[in-house]
């Protein structure tokens, strides 16, 4: 008998932002409550795993990735018992949560931190954080908001020593050499895991030590904790999903997916390269990637998202090639302002100048690929954003379900809300937005809905095998996902012009040919199967006579 397969394989994660997505108490800001509220949207849309950003207390000088409290609850969202009452919730819809877990840091206003530059050099309480009387100590390690920070250390008049800091001056980087910081973290995914959470998506994992002369990236150190960290979890005796976000090229990525280290990491590079697809017309680095990602690691084991929270990050060079980074930044029609840090700070509908084409195209390929699909809140609506706003609030701004004030977010004045809703030409919230799409049989909306229906008849996409299949045409991406009862065929143009192609399916000569989304029947398979693909267009194929589990209402 095969092993059952863990909740999260295939599952399809939907992330959001509290405080962004709903408010229940009509303050301006995003809620448990509201969220709660929602749960009958986020099942109906089809999603199956729910990845909350930070959730803790913080003085949210970095949405949130800076913490006081790792086992709170920030004020604004409620408390554990509204906490909990949306985790039961979430459960009972057959929805799963993970949490974002920030290992790395703290906010600098913990109590850990104001103990450790107020105690003594050399003490234990000090010890908690990476404490340095020369700036220039791991040099190597780049800076990585390059916008905001102009070095990784910052100087404490209190403490008189530097302290590291990977990302912002008041996120100092937590010491991993301390047993004490190891321990009490472990602690930390503890109280969560009993309080019934599903996993969580680790932030920053590759920080975590430092070694000089190195990216201090990634370091043996690192997947020595992140092991005891499996070990540790593993102990809860049930399926949690470890997910890593290590914003690395694949042949680094991979070693956090061992076998006793982390289920999932989160593939970039797959990211980086679907963008750069769209915006050069060609397949062929796409393909590639795909190629070496599967072979690094069974396919299942990536998260695949398109945007998230942050900038589209490319990085200085590491993660892509320049040239790679060039083609996007020259190629996509937002690729060449809006540029933070290492990255595009702009939300997807935007980047891609609202074309609805290449946004389904995208999309259609996430949710066929190898993987687990991240679909970020407001992009099944072709959600805009607000560039202007500070640091990466623009991606981050209220979800929009009606065409009322404030796009239904909350009830609150404007001057209360969290981030002023989206008003945007082309994106307005009185016409982008839940119901409205709900009732257009065309919108983004409904589409999304049945993809990820189809998604969910057809096993193979969720975990089927992985093959690349030869295309004639530069621009098409050709390839199958199957089990052993059903073969899935899919093919996808990413140019802006349209493909017609011939397929070799000798293999399946005289098989039945169906398309998925409408069930309706192409020609039989054969040596030379000729298809029309319209500008980014793309199709999923059933070969032979499976039958999906039922027929997608
Ligand atoms: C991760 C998060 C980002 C945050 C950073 C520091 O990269 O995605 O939003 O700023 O870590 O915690
Ligand atoms: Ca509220």
């Known amino acids: 008998m095969t092993p059952a397969l863990p909740w999260w394989s295939g599952t399809v994660i939907y992330q959001l932002i509290v405080r962004s997505y709903s408010d229940g108490n009509g303050d301006g800001i995003g809620d448990f409550k509201g969220l709660a509220a929602r749960l009958p949207y986020l099942r109906w849309l089809g999603v199956n795993t729910l990845w909350l950003t930070p959730i803790y207390p913080s003085p949210l000088r970095d949405g949130g990735y800076d913490i006081t409290d790792f086992t709170g609850i920030h004020p604004d969202l409620g408390d554990l018992a509204s906490f909990h009452r949306f985790l039961t919730a979430a459960h009972s819809q057959g929805m799963r949560v993970i949490l974002d877990l920030v290992l790395n840091h703290t906010s600098d206003l913990h109590p850990w931190f104001q103990r450790a530059r107020w105690a003594p050099k050399g003490s234990s309480e000090r010890d908690v954080y990476v404490w340095s009387d020369d700036p220039k100590r791991y040099a190597e390690a780049p800076v990585l908001f390059r916008h905001f920070e102009a070095s990784n250390w910052e100087w404490d008049p209190v403490a008189e020593q530097y302290y590291l800091h990977r990302f912002l001056r008041h996120q100092p980087d937590l010491n991993y050499e301390n047993p004490w910081v190891q321990d009490t973290m472990l602690e930390v995914v503890d109280f969560w895991l009993d309080r019934g959470v599903d996993g969580f998506r680790l932030d920053a994992v590759p920080f975590l030590f430092e070694s000089e ?20 979890v593993d102990r809860h005796g049930r399926d949690v999903l470890l997910l890593g976000e290590a914003i690395q090229p694949v042949q680094e990525a991979a070693p956090y997916l061992a076998d006793d280290e982390l289920h999932g990491a989160f593939n970039f590079v797959l990211t980086a390269h679907l963008f750069a697809a769209i915006a050069s017309g060609r397949i062929q680095q796409l393909g590639e990637c795909l190629m070496e990602a599967e072979q690094a690691v069974c396919g ?5 998202p ?3 929270h942050d900038e589209l990050w490319l990085g200085d060079g590491h993660l892509i090639s320049d040239e790679v980074i060039q083609t996007i930044r020259v190629g996509l029609p937002q690729g060449q302002g809006h540029w933070l840090n290492w990255g595009i700070n702009r939300r997807l509908a935007p980047l891609l100048n609202g074309d609805p084409r290449s946004n389904r195209l995208l999309h259609g390929l996430l949710y066929s690929l190898p993987g ?6 407001g992009d099944e609506l072709g959600m805009g954003d607000w560039p202007g706003l500070r640091d990466r609030d623009p991606n981050r701004t209220p979800m929009a379900w009606t065409p009322a004030r404030n796009g239904g977010f909350s009830t609150a004045p404007d001057p209360l809300l969290v981030l002023p809703p989206i008003t945007a030409p082309g994106y307005d919230y009185r016409v982008v937005n839940v119901e409205v799409q709900k009732q257009l049989p065309g ?15 057809l096993p193979a996409l969720r975990h089927g095998s992985f093959r690349l299949l030869h295309s004639p045409h530069p621009g098409v991406l050709v390839y199958l996902r199957c089990t052993e009862a ?16 011939s397929l070799d ?9 169906r398309e998925v989304m ?7 398979a054969a040596a030379e199967w000729f298809v029309n693909l319209p500008p980014y267009g793309f199709n999923w194929w059933l070969i032979g006579e499976v039958e999906p589990a039922a027929t997608p209402a």
């Open 372 to 377: 687990m699909p991240c679909l970020y809140y």
């Open 213 to 232: 002369g190195s990216r201090c990236e990634g370091l043996p150190e690192t997947h020595t904790f992140l092991k005891r960290l499996r070990e540790r």
């Open 306 to 308: 398109l945007r998230n």
């Open 505 to 513: 399916l000798s293999e399946w000569a005289g098989e039945r040919t």
């Open 300 to 304: 299942p084991r990536w998260a695949l």
């Open 486 to 501: 059903m073969t899935v065929l899919v093919a996808a143009n990413v140019t802006a012009a349209g493909a017609s192609l």
């Open 518 to 524: 409408w069930g309706c029947e192409f020609p039989p």
């Open 443 to 457: 919108s983004l909306l409904n589409w999304h809905r049945r993809m990820l229906t189809c998604r969910r008849l």
